[in-house]
């Protein structure tokens, strides 16, 4: 089991510049999300997937889009990259066992630069 | 919305326990609180969670009162390697946009 796999593992993009951060998990869970982590900060819920097929904002969506490809795969897009977006993403799935009992699993996460 | 509040940072010194508090003034009927621990570089793991009273596995203790508006993740003898950043989650059962992980605490344990 390699659990929540990221790519790439690192990025430099110049502004204007488009890419997709791939995340991929193996552990059959419905939940799928995205984070970003800026220097010294806590994480930041960018958009989530409680099953294949629907995708939601979270609380930082602006400037960038979602795939839910199928119940495995979760991308995220950058459209047009912006110095703001300079982060490191993590990528995390859930299954909750119970109600309430949602527990995260973190990817490794991508450490993106935009000059 | 369940935001968190928990200390920026703590000191201890190794062999001791260590006692992080979050506050949750908002936490809801049906919301668990769940614990996370983040070395540098690394995606968050889970260390603990619970609903009510306490708590205890092979890492931690979570200790939470009866009202439920704070909790206290108890860590026994910490060692170097327990230098992290310990996030405080509420979880609710639907809606992810409310997942908020806050700043988080960042222990350091001293030798």
């Known amino acids: 089991n390699a659990g929540v796999t990221q790519t790439p593992k690192f990025q430099v993009l110049k502004t204007g510049q488009s890419m997709t951060l791939q995340c991929a998990q193996d552990?059959?869970?419905?939940?799928m999300y995205w984070y970003r982590q800026d220097p010294g900060m806590g994480l930041r819920l960018i958009y989530y997937?409680?099953?294949?097929?629907?995708?939601d904002k979270g609380e930082v969506p602006n400037g960038y889009n979602v795939s839910r490809l199928n119940k495995r795969e979760f991308s995220l897009r950058l459209e047009s990259a912006a110095p703001s977006q300079t982060s490191v993403y993590f990528c995390?799935?859930?299954?909750?066992?119970?109600?309430?009992?949602?527990?995260?699993?973190f990817g490794p996460g991508t450490r993106l630069t935009v000059l | 919305l369940a935001k968190t509040t928990q200390p920026i940072s703590m000191d201890s010194y190794e062999g001791q326990e260590v006692n992080i508090t979050c506050s949750h003034n908002n936490i809801a009927t049906n919301d668990y609180i769940t614990w996370y621990q983040q070395f540098p570089s690394q995606g968050p793991r889970f260390i603990i969670q619970g609903y009510k009273t306490k708590v205890t596995n092979e890492v931690a203790s979570l200790f939470i009162p009866a009202d439920r508006k704070s909790s206290t993740l108890s860590l026994p003898r910490v060692s170097l390697s327990d230098t992290a950043v310990y996030y405080c989650l509420v979880d609710l059962p639907t809606g992810a946009n409310n997942l908020f992980f806050g700043t988080g605490t960042r222990l350091t344990v001293i030798p």
């Open positions: 552990m059959n869970h419905n939940s």
């Open positions: 997937s409680a099953s294949e097929g629907t995708t």
């Open positions: 995390a799935s859930s299954e909750p066992a119970r109600p309430g009992t949602d527990t995260q699993y």
